[in-house]
């Protein structure tokens, strides 16, 4: 398996973004782009103007108080946004250089982000980025563009190696309070990473962010990130650098080890939940393509 992904291969993901989940030869005229547009944009309304009520119009919109202070039924009208920032935040930490089956987690993050990132293009979207976690780099901003350039560089940059150290104790939550701070309001973000993890301390700043923008998580995962392989004695490097001995043949170890991870997926799904955010789960060992066409099925059924 490789390590990152083949800038060609990103690149030609933008032909996927227009099937379905079938088989790439089998095109049809419902596209993910579609689909992604149905959901991540039935919402982007702009505010237009306020009117008086016409029969037939849907009273959800109504404006109470210009309706109290003319005592005639007014309404307030929208149109479609047009264009809106996409922004694609991916970890790069050391934690992503890691699969057992598939591939490894930075390529199937990569491929997330090249999906969306065409599906966006595709409905006229600005498309920019963030690449956090690697310790050779500061977090990497790509400013949303409407053409291409953006993408094609934060797609390049996704293809090249990492320095495999953290760049600091919390990459995650420092990555969202960067977007927080630097990301045009009203965008659409989606945080692809690895959030095996104690989730309590991110809920405070995806609650911020989420009331400015939308928000998407989508948790890049390993079977063995819940199941611990049963390999018998194995050594381990902590995040310190440090040798550890795992017994992982060790039944108690290995209950404890998957309760740890449903512990900490129970956790995001509760602030996912509260802060009404799309959990998006990609798994290594499943093509990404169907994995992100399901879930966002899922969103739009119980949007």
Sequence with gaps: MALYPRLDDLLELRHRARSL????????????????????RGTGLDFEEVREYHQGDD??????????????????????ERERSVVLCVDQGPHMHFG????????????CAAL?????????????????GD???????FRPTKDRRALWRLLKALSRPSAGAESDSDPLLSALRRAE???AAGSLIFVIAEFNRDNSALESTLGRLSQRHTLVLVPIDDRADRELPDVGRALFTD?????????????????????????????????????????????????????????????????
């Design 21 to 40: 989940g079938l088989a790439s030869h089998h095109l049809v005229n419902s596209s993910f782009s579609g689909l992604y547009a149905s959901v991540f």
């Design 59 to 80: 009273i959800r919109n109504m404006e109470w108080k210009v309706t109290a202070r003319t005592n005639s039924p007014h309404l307030k009208t929208f149109r479609e």
């Design 100 to 111: 057992t089956r598939g591939t490894f987690k930075s390529v199937q993050a990569a491929r």
């Design 116 to 132: 969306l990132g065409w599906a966006a293009n595709s409905q006229h979207d600005r498309v920019g980025g963030l690449l956090f």
């Design 135 to 141: 310790a050779a780099d500061a977090p990497r901003h």
């Design 181 to 183: 701070g630097g990301t």
């Design 239 to 303: 995040a310190d650098g440090n040798l550890l001995e795992i017994e992982a043949s060790d039944p108690a170890g290995r209950a404890e080890y998957r309760q740890a991870w449903e512990y900490h997926r129970t956790v995001l799904a509760g602030i996912a939940s509260r802060l009404r955010i799309p959990l998006i789960p990609v798994r290594t060992d499943e093509d990404v393509h169907r994995a992100l066409t399901r879930g966002i099925r899922h969103y739009r059924r119980v949007g």
